[in-house]
């Protein structure tokens, strides 16, 4: 799923959905409607079906990307800062529906994002990457980075803390 949903606007959400199904299945059409309008069920969006993205939230939107992210069942779903831009209570509701996902249909989710709400509320296991280091910096549960990270800038980082040597000092 891309951060902004990459939704199509001039489709409603059913065909959204079903396009993946459209393009690499060649399923009954009633079967792919159904399997769409399924997919929009499980993140609560099936009376919603006929609208278009405009006419919804940005929540609802990102609940919808995720719903085609599963139209064809992946065991594996990467999504893109699916909370980025949303107020908090619709993030922890993205939280919760992403956590629920995982549960019900045993799909592992790889979400990349700088909410540390989120990745206290998701996350099982944390990778983080460092663009001077080119790779992996630091790896473990949210609790473990917080608390024993070896790097102070990851301990930093899950702390919340501001950086010492780039602290500004107002006189």
Avoid at 1 to 18: C, D, I, K, P, R
Avoid at 77 to 88: C, H, K, M, Q
Wanted: hydrophobic share 45%; charged share 20%.
């Amino acid at each position: 799923m891309y951060q902004s949903g990459a939704l199509f606007g001039s489709m409603t959400l059913l065909e959204n959905v079903q396009l993946p199904l459209d393009e690499f299945t060649e399923l009954p059409e009633p079967i792919k409607e159904l399997a769409a309008l399924a997919r929009l069920k499980m993140v609560g969006l099936d009376a919603a079906a006929d609208k278009r993205p405009a006419e919804l939230s940005g929540g609802m939107q990102k609940r919808a990307a995720i719903a085609r992210a599963m139209a064809l069942d992946p065991g594996i779903l990467f999504l893109d800062e699916p909370s980025a831009g949303l107020d908090p209570i619709t993030s922890a509701g993205i939280d919760l529906l992403i956590k629920g996902l995982a549960h019900h249909f045993n799909i592992t989710f790889v979400i990349v994002t700088h909410e540390l709400a989120s990745i206290y509320s998701i996350a099982d296991r944390v990778v983080m990457l460092g663009s001077q280091a080119k790779g992996i910096i630091a790896e473990g549960t949210p609790a473990q980075l917080r608390d024993g990270a070896a790097s102070p800038w990851v301990r930093r980082f899950f702390n919340r803390e501001p950086d010492p040597s780039h602290s500004v000092q107002l006189t």
